[in-house]
Each structure stands twice: as C-alpha cells, then as structure tokens.
C-alpha cells in the first residue's frame, strides 16, 4: 500500500469532495482525480455518523448507505482501522488532541500516504499534507 503519491481523504476533504469541491485546490482536485487510489479511513464513518446524530450534519440517506455510495461514485478505496494503526494513534506526540484525526494521522505514516486535509496540525507528525 505504500508510495508517496496514494492519497487518504481527511472527513472534511471528503465531505468538501461531495458538497463543495472549491474548498479544495485544483491541483489537489486534479490530483485526488487521477490517482490510482483514493483512500478514505473508516474513522470518518464514525465522524459522519456523529455529525448526523448531532445534527450538524443532513444527509439524504443514512450514513452507512451515504458513504457507501460516495465511495463508488468517486472510486475511493476504504482502509480499516487495525491494531498498528490504533496502537501508533496513542504513541503520537500530543500536538493533535482530535482522536479521530490522530487515526487518520497514525494511517497516514504506517501506510505513507499523502493526506488531504485543511488542518496543518498534521504536518508537525512528517505527514505529507495536500489541500
């Protein structure tokens, strides 16, 4: 899975890619369009979920359903949370307190990938961030 050029979608940046494709630059547009692989992290179906349940979030089918079809409409590859992962999210060095982003964090170096994201915190880990 690894290689510098395959990308992990953060919640926001896949949401932005449904909703509002201007907030994400067009060469990174460009980009998430033509790689080979696009992942999107499990963890971000538990943050939609949440942001639904919360209402701060609507969506025209339940989640489940909402992300499934994302994920084939926009040819994204899912990539689960596993023991490496969640151990490493816990090792991280406090600076991102967010514990779904510290997943998303701890996904991004195991499998170097590149991440698309708005949050520049993530870039004090070494991870490579595109937005």
């Given at each position: 899975?690894?290689?510098?050029?395959?990308?992990?979608?953060?919640?926001?940046?896949?949401?932005?890619?449904?909703?509002?494709?201007?907030?994400?630059?067009?060469?990174?547009?460009?980009?998430?369009?033509e790689?080979?692989?696009?992942?999107?992290?499990?963890?971000?179906?538990?943050?939609?979920?949440?942001?639904?349940?919360?209402?701060?979030?609507?969506?025209?089918?339940?989640p489940?359903?909402?992300?499934?079809?994302?994920?084939?409409?926009?040819?994204?590859?899912?990539?689960?949370?596993?023991?490496?992962?969640?151990?490493?999210?816990?090792e991280?060095?406090?600076i991102?307190?967010?514990?779904?982003?510290?997943?998303?964090?701890?996904?991004?170096?195991?499998?170097?990938?590149q991440?698309?994201?708005?949050?520049?915190?993530?870039?004090?880990?070494?991870?490579?961030?595109?937005?």
């Amino acid at each position: 899975m690894g290689g510098s050029r395959i990308k992990l979608l953060d919640t926001c940046a896949l949401l932005w890619l449904v909703h509002d494709q201007k907030k994400i630059s067009r060469p990174t547009l460009e980009r998430i369009n033509e790689e080979p692989v696009v992942y999107v992290s499990a963890i971000s179906g538990f943050e939609i979920g949440l942001k639904c349940q919360a209402g701060k979030l609507k969506l025209p089918v339940p989640p489940l359903e909402w992300i499934e079809r994302i994920v084939e409409h926009h040819h994204l590859s899912l990539i689960g949370l596993d023991f490496d992962i969640c151990v490493k999210a816990t090792e991280l060095p406090p600076i991102h307190k967010d514990p779904c982003d510290r997943f998303l964090i701890a996904t991004a170096i195991l499998n170097r990938l590149q991440i698309v994201t708005a949050d520049t915190r993530f870039e004090a880990y070494g991870v490579t961030v595109l937005m």
